[in-house]
């Protein structure tokens, strides 16, 4: 069966700390995608990265950092300098090719961080 | 604007009132699919489909329908609502999975439901 667990509920700090929202997956298969989304306040989601399973390069993008590992099933999500527009639920959300229902996505319960000013 | 468009957004109905929330994409998407998100579970996938009349059941199908009469429309139909549909649904399109793997969803804004 596939899963993807975020531990952390809710996380809160203080604007300009270093934040990182953990997320452990399982699967079987071999072939897999791993993503992150935000869903700010309003409630929208907003897409912020996929990573495919062969590809364990970690990534960065401003003061957003991910780090995949195959090793330990997890694809970490860092935040630097924090602000408070960073304020929102993140959800790690899995994709793989079992049962054929393709592009269906596995979500996490998300975690809710709070940049306080 | 490229998008995926819920309507309604927001809704407060009763048992048993039947409703429909609509769904369209202008981004010629084959693959479109909804999910409903509750406190403590995350967003589930309720029903999805890959292309004009082709639907399925995702995890949580009960007290729901779905039609694909037309590529860029998606509703979901609740029959007869019950309190315990009430919840956050969002509709989602991409195009269909191919070699390069799982697309990235779009998702609508969310349609708040509640069923009193």
């Known amino acids: 069966a596939q899963k993807v667990t975020q531990a952390q509920t809710e996380i809160s700090v203080v604007e300009k700390e270093d934040v990182t929202l953990d997320c452990v997956y399982e699967?079987?298969?071999?072939?897999?995608?791993l993503f992150w989304y935000k869903q700010p306040p309003s409630g929208e989601l907003v897409f912020l990265i996929r990573r495919n399973s062969f590809d364990e390069q970690n990534e960065i993008s401003g003061r957003y950092s991910w780090n995949f590992q195959k090793s330990t099933s997890s694809f970490n999500f860092t935040i630097t300098a924090s602000q408070v527009v960073d304020s929102a639920v993140y959800f790690c959300?899995?994709?793989?090719?079992?049962?054929?229902?393709?592009?269906?996505?596995?979500f996490g319960t998300g975690t809710l961080l709070a940049v306080q000013p | 604007e490229a998008q995926v468009t819920q309507n309604p957004r927001y809704l407060i109905t009763v048992t048993g009132k039947k409703l429909t929330v609509t769904c369209s994409q202008n981004?010629?998407?084959?693959?479109m699919s909804w999910y409903r998100q509750d406190p403590g579970l995350g967003l589930r996938q309720i029903y999805y489909s890959m292309n004009v009349e082709v639907t399925d059941k995702g995890d949580v199908p009960e007290g729901y329908k779905v039609s694909r009469k037309e590529k860029r429309n998606f509703p979901l139909i609740l029959e007869s609502p019950s309190p315990n549909q009430t919840s956050l649904y969002f509709c989602?399109?991409?195009?269909?999975?191919?070699?390069?793997?799982?697309?990235?969803?779009?998702f609508g804004a969310g349609s708040r439901l509640t069923v009193l």
């Open positions: 981004m010629n998407h084959e693959y």
């Open positions: 959300a899995l994709s793989g090719r079992y049962g054929g229902a393709t592009n269906k996505l596995i």
């Open positions: 989602a399109s991409s195009h269909r999975q191919g070699n390069s793997g799982a697309n990235v969803l779009t």
């Open positions: 699967t079987r298969d071999t072939t897999y995608y």
